[in-house]
């Protein structure tokens, strides 16, 4: 039988969605009973972590430099990763629910096939929404798509409207009274998730 481990999928992850998941594993393991000792204190992780979403503001005015120190940035916050996922495993020694506890992937779990979860608000101005769906682990992007729905509920055929590396989108150019449906679907290493349920909202 395979022993469980935790995992390293969080270094194929988009750099944007780094911080946040790494954000994650230090509330996971602070305080953790299991997790008393760590080879790399939560502090430093955490100085780390904070450095690296610094450096990712920095960088969006497209400066070389500034680009260049988000990458080494990310490249040390990642190795940093890699070796409290080196102390985990020492610790759980394959423990399933440790291993949960710490907030890394364990080996053991599916990849992520199941529907995403989608919600629809109102957008920032009229004749738009917003979209909002559960993050999906090690996804790379997310395909969103719409379709019509008249008055008398005859449905139009689904059209792909945005691909984005965010688990959010803005529909724009709907039609004010209308209802429209959504949906959503995760592409990651494995594959493509299948869709969520389409959800429908009065465009206002």
């Known amino acids: 039988m395979k022993t469980i481990k935790a995992l390293l999928d969080f270094v194929t992850m988009p750099f944007r969605s780094k911080p946040t998941f790494f954000y994650s594993v230090i509330d996971h393991m602070t305080g953790n009973p299991d997790y008393t000792d760590p080879d790399i204190p939560l502090a430093t992780l955490k100085l780390a972590v904070d450095n690296f979403a610094l450096a990712i503001l920095a960088a969006e005015d497209g400066s070389h430099t500034a680009i260049s120190a988000r990458n080494d940035s990310e490249i040390a916050v990642t190795l940093l990763f890699k070796n409290t996922v080196g102390y985990v495993n020492r610790v759980s020694n394959g423990n399933l629910t440790k291993i949960l506890s710490s907030g890394f992937t364990p080996s053991s779990q599916p990849s992520p096939r199941e529907k995403a979860i989608l919600a629809i608000t109102d957008g920032p101005h009229s004749g ?20 019509t729905v008249s008055s008398t509920g005859v449905k139009g055929p689904w059209v792909r409207i945005a691909l984005t590396t965010q688990s959010t989108v803005i ?25 969520c349920a389409p959800v429908a909202k009065l465009v206002i």
């Open 171 to 195: 529909f724009e150019n709907l039609e004010v009274a209308a209802v429209f449906e959504a949906r959503v679907a995760a592409i990651t290493p494995n594959g493509v998730t299948d869709f």
């Open 128 to 147: 738009t929404a917003k979209g909002t769906t559960l993050y999906v682990n090690n996804a790379g992007a997310y395909t969103w798509e719409t379709r």
